[in-house]
């Protein structure tokens, strides 16, 4: 969901925000609350291939928000590190799961994945424990 990148010569927060269409604040955010940056330096950015961004409105619950993205509530829950009917709040930036998504169940296995048509890279490196959330790919 996440990834590192390298600062380039002479780019500033903003110019990254902009290049991955997300806020100057989600950015600085991700990164500890850093002001400025360096060429070479490391930060922290989103994955954006894998989740959407959607603030949360007045009246919104994640009941409804998972029917509009047609997501399981329980991913939401994961992805953003939420409890079980944990209160939301407008203005509240909650990633949403994009399709190729699953949550794994109890006694769930690479094999049993693999049966049902998930297709997944790295099988040696994959270990399921319940609650796991994993992007396959989709033909």
């Given amino acids: 969901m996440y990834s590192v990148y390298e600062v380039k010569k002479n780019e500033s927060l903003n110019d990254i925000a902009k290049k991955l269409n997300i806020s100057l604040e989600e950015l600085i ?8 940056i ?10 954006g291939n894998q989740y959407n961004t959607y603030v949360v409105k007045n009246g919104d619950n994640l009941y409804n928000i ?5 997501v399981e509530e329980k991913a939401i829950e994961l992805l953003n590190g939420l409890k079980e009917n944990e209160y939301i ?18 006694n769930d296995s690479v094999k049993k994945l693999l049966d049902s048509g998930i297709e997944l890279d790295n099988l040696y490196n994959i270990y399921l424990q319940k609650d796991q959330i994993i992007f396959y790919k989709k033909d």
């Fill in 29 to 36: 955010s991700l990164n500890n609350n850093i002001n400025t």
């Fill in 38 to 47: 360096k060429e070479g330096q490391l930060i922290i950015i989103p994955n």
């Fill in 66 to 70: 998972a029917k509009r993205y047609n």
């Fill in 89 to 106: 709040y407008p203005g509240q930036k909650l990633l949403i799961p994009k399709d190729n998504v699953y949550i794994t169940k109890e």
